[in-house]
């Protein structure tokens, strides 16, 4: 049972463009969600939490909608420097860990 | 402010040897977590310690894999003896303990080539 499901990609769009992943999770019980960026051959670094209200922060803009149980992340304005896999993540409740989808691949080309 | 420092960055051993990799987390985080990465499966939690315990040990594939936390500061990740399909890079991360454990960072991980 795949917890947390992503398109793979990749995403491949121009630069300026604006992009949106989305992914799905199945506990209906998740409680926390939280988008991570990985750069190539690097370590994942937290990039934005995502609120029931939905939050932004700068060009980002992250979405949940819990009763159809998935997160969105919206890229505005796309620059080469956004290129990277962006994992969606999910907590199940309490103090339970961090599940992780397997990660959505963006490419902004000049 | 270091992050978490994991050694070796990169290991190339054969088959049967035994591995072992090291992380030490950042200061004062009272959870650590090792997972392992590959193409095929993603990011999987092999086990994690609280307060240099182990709470969950499930994702550990098998018994030629342990893992120990003798102290807050250090925690080593053992194959013996190793197989190819354990080539992966493993990730140690550590995080504080807010009531749930949001941010968690990352160390840099070590690339593992078992040949």
């Known amino acids: 049972r795949k917890e947390v499901e992503q398109d793979p990609g990749p995403f491949n769009v121009p630069e300026g463009a604006t992009v949106a992943f989305n992914c799905t999770y199945s506990?209906?019980?998740?409680?926390?969600f939280f988008w991570y960026r990985q750069d190539c051959r690097k370590e994942p670094k937290l990039l934005m939490s995502v609120y029931s209200s939905g939050n932004e922060d700068g060009r980002f803009t992250a979405q949940l909608n819990r009763a159809s149980q998935y997160i969105s992340l919206l890229i505005r304005d796309s620059k080469l420097s956004d290129s990277a896999t962006y994992l969606c993540?999910?907590?199940?409740?309490?103090?339970?860990?961090?599940?992780f989808g397997k990660g959505t691949r963006l490419s902004v080309i000049a | 402010d270091a992050g978490v420092i994991q050694s070796p960055r990169h290991e190339v051993t054969e088959m049967g040897q035994e591995v072992t990799l090291r992380c030490k987390p950042i200061?004062?985080?009272?959870?650590l977590f090792w997972y392992r990465q590959t193409m095929m499966r993603g990011l999987e939690l092999l086990i994690y310690f609280n307060n240099n315990v182990p709470i969950d040990d499930s994702g550990m594939p098998e018994d030629r894999f342990s893992a120990k936390m003798p102290n807050a500061s250090f925690s080593t990740l053992k194959i013996q003896p190793s197989e190819p399909r354990d080539s992966a890079v493993y990730f140690c991360?550590?995080?504080?303990?807010?009531?749930?454990?949001?941010?968690?960072?990352f160390g840099p991980g070590t690339r593992l080539t078992v040949l």
């Open positions: 993540v999910v907590n199940d409740g309490g103090n339970t860990p961090l599940v």
């Open positions: 200061s004062g985080h009272d959870y």
């Open positions: 506990n209906s019980a998740s409680q926390s």
């Open positions: 991360a550590s995080s504080h303990n807010r009531g749930r454990m949001n941010e968690q960072f």
